[in-house]
């Protein structure tokens, strides 16, 4: 479920789906991140959209999301790989929102872009062809 944005608190926790997670090739970016668990959510649907995927604030039956502890310095970081642009965030290529998961509210980033023609991921809640989260422990 979306809420709106909050305070960003200390110690924030970011839900990824693509290519931050174990395994895959942006994931050094959370180096130094506490490892919270895996959930789903059920509040955004995942596109395809080649080489990663990008998720809509549009109901589906469930992405498959890790949750990490970060820190400013992480979240800084993170920003600037998703183009996420504090002040005006429509014009960057992700926005940054607030989602309700098991471990607590957690930062996911929306891509801004339209999605006509990149296909919707509705089996299994993971970015086909890449590692099943699941198979990770």
Do not use: F
Not at 39 to 50: E, F, Q
């Amino acid at each position: 479920m979306h809420t709106p944005a909050l305070a960003v608190t200390r110690t924030p926790l970011v839900a990824v789906y693509g290519t931050l997670k174990r395994g895959l090739r942006n994931h050094h970016w959370l180096e130094g991140a506490d490892y919270i668990g895996s959930d789903t959510l059920t509040g955004a649907t995942l596109y395809d959209l080649g080489p990663c995927p990008g998720a809509k604030l549009e109901p589906s039956n469930g992405i498959e999301v890790e949750v990490y502890r970060v820190d400013a310095r992480l979240l800084a970081g993170l920003d600037r790989l998703e183009d996420y642009r504090v002040r005006r965030p429509s014009t960057g290529l992700y926005d940054r929102t607030i989602h309700r998961t098991s471990y607590g509210a957690a930062w996911l980033y929306l891509y801004n872009p339209d999605v006509t023609g990149c296909p919707a991921i509705r089996e299994g809640g993971w970015w086909p062809g890449h590692a099943d989260p699941r198979s990770l422990g």
